[in-house]
């Protein structure tokens, strides 16, 4: 699977929009754009992914770049229960029996 | 989506004893399992792969015989440290592979809530 790149950390005040920003230039066709986020001393849960178009979801939209060589998970509303680190991963397959790799991700912090 | 759980939740053992923590899909059948570990502030790390009914696939640089894995069912894995010291004091994540619904693979992994393991 091809690597991504996040920042390592980001603030936000609680209910403005957070943007999360993630780079995989060597990203290839087939490779999904998926995001996994892990609150505090929990398991990683699903966020979202995507190929090509943008998505929306309960939880958050992902905005995928036209050359697809980089995304932004987008919450709109950020809440202090969004404060986890989030992971951008890239998947050879929509659905697949593979482990995810993960990198370091983004911490994210919510300010009241 | 899949409920998958964990037991115990957190555990402390004296250096040289084993602790044998337990993966349950509570509503999926999965043929494959994923244990993964976690240090502070750190990413999570596959340990290794669990396949029902065969031998687990472990990764490079993980002790096969000092974690020891066995899916028993599709629905139940588990994971034995054996001969536990302070260095395996970790955050220890299972998921779940090859979720089926309405007979395609979904895009979601499933993770249990995790086991906190310290080792004294």
Partial sequence: DAKTTQPNSMESNEEEPVHLPCNHSTISGTDYIHWYRQLPSQGPEYVIHGLTSNVNNRMASLAIAEDRKSS???LHRATLRDAAVYYCILRVTRGSQGNLIFGKGTKLSVKP | GAVVSQHPSWVICKSGTSVKIE???LDFQATTMFWYRQFPKQSLMLMATSNEGSKATYEQ???????????????????????????????????????????????????GPGTRLTVT
């Fill in chain 1, 72 to 74: 932004t998970l987008i």
């Fill in chain 2, 23 to 25: 993966c349950r899909s």
């Fill in chain 2, 61 to 111: 640089g993980v002790e096969k015989d000092k974690f020891l894995i066995n899916h028993a069912s599709l629905t139940l894995s588990t994971l034995t440290v054996t001969s536990a010291h302070p260095e395996d004091s970790s955050f220890y994540i299972c998921s779940l592979g090859g979720v089926t619904s309405g007979g395609s693979l979904t895009y979601e992994q499933y993770f």
